[in-house]
């Protein structure tokens, strides 16, 4: 059984930081990459950031850039999203997902797990 669990969310004011953890379980997934995804209300799912395997990432430049940083302990089978001066737009369930690859990606469709997702949200 696959298993991806995220942890960390929660209710901060604008300027906070969080630190979003997902611990993955069940399969070997020390080369498969990862991303964050995040979707508020009514909105639709939008890329947050990936990493690969060897620790290259992408991040969703407009929106997060500069703020949030992915980073993955591979022994640990855990990814962390680490949320600097958040802002209220910020305001989103975020989902971690995994990917049979070793490649990192902004596509959801190219996902192959998800977490159940967990709610942030930064009020002003």
């Known amino acids: 059984q696959v298993q991806l669990v995220e942890s960390g969310g929660g209710l901060v004011q604008a300027g906070d930081s969080l630190r979003l953890s997902c611990a993955a379980s069940?399969?070997?997934?020390?080369?498969?990459?990862r991303g964050w995804f995040r979707q508020a209300p009514g909105k639709e799912r939008e890329f947050v950031a990936s990493?690969?395997?060897?620790?290259?990432?992408?991040y969703n430049g407009d929106s997060v850039k500069g703020r949030f940083t992915i980073s993955r302990d591979s022994a640990k089978n855990t990814v962390y999203l680490q949320m600097n001066s958040l802002k209220p737009e910020d305001t989103a369930v975020y989902y971690c997902?995994?990917?049979?690859?070793?490649?990192?990606?902004?596509?959801?469709?190219?996902?192959?797990?998800w977490g159940q997702g967990t709610q942030v949200t930064v009020s002003s």
């Open positions: 069940g399969r070997t997934f020390s080369s498969y990459a």
């Open positions: 990493i690969n395997w060897s620790g290259g990432t992408i």
């Open positions: 997902a995994a990917r049979r690859t070793l490649y990192a990606s902004s596509k959801p469709n190219e996902y192959d797990y």
